[in-house]
T-cell receptor
Framework: AQSVTQPDIHITVSEGASLELRCNYS??????LFWYVQSPGQGLQLLLK??????LVQGIKGFEAEFKRSQSSFNLRKPSVHWSDAAEYFCAVLNDYKLSFGAGTTVTVRA | EPEVTQTPSHQVTQMGQEVILRCVPISNHLYFYWYRQILGQKVEFLVS????????KSEIFDDQFSVERPDGSNFTLKIRSTKLEDSAMYFC??????????????FGPGTRLTVL
């Protein structure tokens, strides 16, 4: 079955430092991949998506992600985090028109 | 910018009671979904709905659950007899029918259901 793995449950990063969140997927064909962010008590906001083409995709809030087929990965990056980036981040893959989500990575930003 | 809305934002109910969670999808979207997120866990697919019928449902979506599009704008999730383990955040999502549109789901802000 198709699945998404986010190996890091919790990451703490200093404000201004770079951030990378890992996502690995298991999927037979070319996947449609997404990163969502969820702030405490809030809904899911789409950060970026990959369907095809350029493997480096740009999203909102200064985030980018790179699709690497050879590693079955779709890691999310931000060069310099802001305190407002503290949230939970979910990687997801579209599977038969429904999304399968990873378990999420909680990001804490320290001053 | 069009958005998916959900009401109520928070619902508290007694075990065994019926609840109806409401969603207004984006107006020209035709595919609708419900997901849920139990506190501290991943978001899970419940059901998808298209052309006034269920397209797919997960194992979670048992006979206690039903969905309906009672009019041209609302999309509802009914839980007939709530259990403690139904306590979760419930998200509605919708998607369009264009070539790439149907691959992106737009989520509402969620309804937090608390069953006592």
């Amino acid at each position: 079955a198709q699945s998404v793995t986010q190996p890091d449950i919790h990451i703490t990063v200093s404000e201004g430092a770079s951030l990378e969140l890992r996502c690995n997927y298991s999927y037979g064909a070319t996947p449609y991949l997404f990163w969502y962010v969820q702030s405490p008590g809030q809904g899911l906001q789409l950060l970026l998506k990959y369907f095809s083409g350029d493997t480096l995709v740009q999203g909102i809030k200064g985030f980018e992600a790179e699709f690497k087929r050879s590693q079955s990965s779709f890691n999310l990056r931000k060069p310099s985090v802001h305190w407002s980036d503290a949230a939970e981040y979910f990687c997801a893959v579209l599977n038969d028109y429904k999304l399968s989500f990873g378990a999420g990575t909680t990001v804490t930003v320290r001053a | 910018e069009p958005e998916v809305t959900q009401t109520p934002s928070h619902q508290v109910t007694q075990m065994g009671q019926e609840v109806i969670l409401r969603c207004v999808p984006i107006s020209n979207h035709l595919y609708f979904y419900w997901y849920r997120q139990i506190l501290g866990q991943k978001v899970e697919f419940l059901v998808s709905f298209y052309n006034n019928e269920i397209s797919e449902k997960s194992e979670i979506f048992d006979d206690q659950f039903s969905v309906e599009r009672p009019d041209g704008s609302n999309f509802t999730l009914k839980i007939r007899s709530t259990k403690l383990e139904d306590s979760a955040m419930y998200f509605c999502a919708s998607t369009g029918v264009g070539l790439e549109d149907y691959n992106e789901q737009f989520f509402g802000p969620g309804t937090r259901l608390t069953v006592l």
